[in-house]
């Protein structure tokens, strides 16, 4: 029996646990120095492009392809210098 190169892991974007939403929240990426910035968590990345995309479409999650990419354009624009921060590229 083949097994799927492609896996999907859980992150918990849309129902993350108590003690990583309260971890989110106490990052505030514009008071982070640059080096602070280029080291926070993919995840941390992710559920804070998630609440912001969230806010501007009445709570829904990325459906398609386009909004899919408008997505991954909003983790570009968190981002300082995309080119070097591993962590936004990872999210």
Not at 64 to 79: D, V, W, Y
């Amino acid at each position: 029996e083949t097994k799927s190169d492609n896996k999907f892991f859980d992150l918990r974007l849309r129902e993350p646990f108590e003690e990583l939403e309260k971890y989110e929240e106490s990052i505030d990426l514009n008071e982070l120095d640059d080096k602070q910035h280029a080291h926070v968590p993919y995840i941390v990345i992710l559920l804070k492009a998630m609440k912001c995309w969230k806010s501007e479409e009445n709570g829904e999650f990325p459906k398609n392809a386009s909004e899919k990419n408008s997505f991954k354009n909003l983790i570009k624009t968190l981002s300082r210098n995309f080119e070097r921060e591993l962590n936004f590229q990872e999210a």
